[in-house]
């Protein structure tokens, strides 16, 4: 392992963004609910996620009667960007505010626009959760930190795509969670999974229900917090099939957190590796691997060879 940081990869130590996370979080927890309320919903909840772009995140188009609109983060310039289809837009300027103001910013920009649309104003799986119209205790914004934040997501997403070329069965879209905060894959057997017992604080049981309705390999970067208090990536199986948990996880630095029940790979081991996308596709297809063998997925009909820019996978 090399001990320089590749500066593609660049360094993100969870203690010194804390506060700007916290905010950001919320803030995208603002937008999603836009999204999640104004779109029919969407097998595991696929209609609320955000996607990567190469500016920042967006909603994607939402519906809106006969136009749609859209809202995208820009963390290069730092704005808030709401477009709507028939050519309208307004923004305004992301920087050091609470997650009230914020609040009240977007809600005034749609209203401008004529986007009439009432989200549920309190938080998504976090502890202590205050109401966006009333949270002047989350106010930061480190322009920086945010702008690195988005060069991982960019290169998560790049390696993520790849990874999800190798697989013919269902699959999700390389795609963001706001209420955990996490850039998400996930493949599916194509077997419906136990009823899942709930219990995700501040997240009704019906949705997670929902969500893993069917038996999943799923992984994902998620900027750390609580029991790894680092930035990492994650892979679990749902449900875990006995022997999950020893299987052996590529690179070397990969481990299984007992506290989590998932694989865990410290993103510094990927950014100071010597080649960070190989590194972290190892860790995709042998955690994938790890669940795939152990639970008896139909792997001949599943999987095929990771696709290649214009080259027709052969049949």
Excluded at 154 to 167: A, P, S
Excluded at 228 to 256: H, K, L, N, Q, T
Aim: include cysteine; charged fraction near 20%; glycine fraction near 6%.
């Amino acid at each position: 392992m090399n001990t320089t940081s590749n500066p593609r990869w660049p360094e993100l130590p969870t203690a010194a963004w804390r506060d700007t996370c916290a905010t950001l979080q919320l803030w995208t927890q603002i937008v999603g609910k836009i999204r999640l309320t104004k779109s029919p919903w969407l097998n595991h909840s696929w209609h609320v996620t955000l996607y990567v772009t190469a500016r920042g995140l967006t909603t994607s188009p939402i519906p809106d009667g006969d136009r749609t609109f859209q809202i995208d983060f820009d963390f290069i310039d730092h704005i808030l960007l709401i477009s709507t289809s028939d050519g309208t837009a307004r923004q305004f300027a992301l920087v050091p505010q609470s997650v009230a103001s914020f609040y009240a910013a977007v809600t005034a920009n749609l209203k401008d626009l004529g986007v009439d649309v009432a989200i549920e104003e309190m938080p998504n799986e976090l502890p202590a959760p205050i109401r966006f119209s009333q949270d002047t205790q989350h106010a930061s914004y480190d322009a920086e930190a945010v702008r690195r934040f988005h060069q991982i997501l960019v290169n998560c997403d790049r390696v993520f795509k790849q990874f999800r070329t190798g697989f013919l069965g269902k699959a999700s879209p390389v795609h963001f969670f706001w209420g955990s905060f996490d850039l998400a894959v996930t493949r599916f057997s194509g077997r419906r999974a136990p009823r899942h017992p709930g219990g995700v604080p501040h997240l009704p049981d019906a949705v997670v229900q929902e969500a893993y309705s069917h038996e999943v390999s799923s992984a994902g970067f998620w900027p750390g917090g609580g029991a790894i208090d680092y930035p990492a990536f994650y892979s679990y199986a749902y449900p875990e099939p006995a022997g999950y948990r020893s299987m052996p996880v590529r690179p070397e630095a990969a481990f299984f957190s007992e506290a989590l029940g998932e694989f865990i790979l410290p993103y510094d081991a990927v950014r100071t590796a010597a080649d960070p996308d190989k590194a972290l596709l190892d860790f995709l297809l042998s955690s994938y691997e790890a669940a795939a063998i152990n639970a008896g997925w139909n792997r001949d009909a599943l999987e095929c060879a990771l696709g290649k820019p214009d080259v027709v996978r052969k049949v």
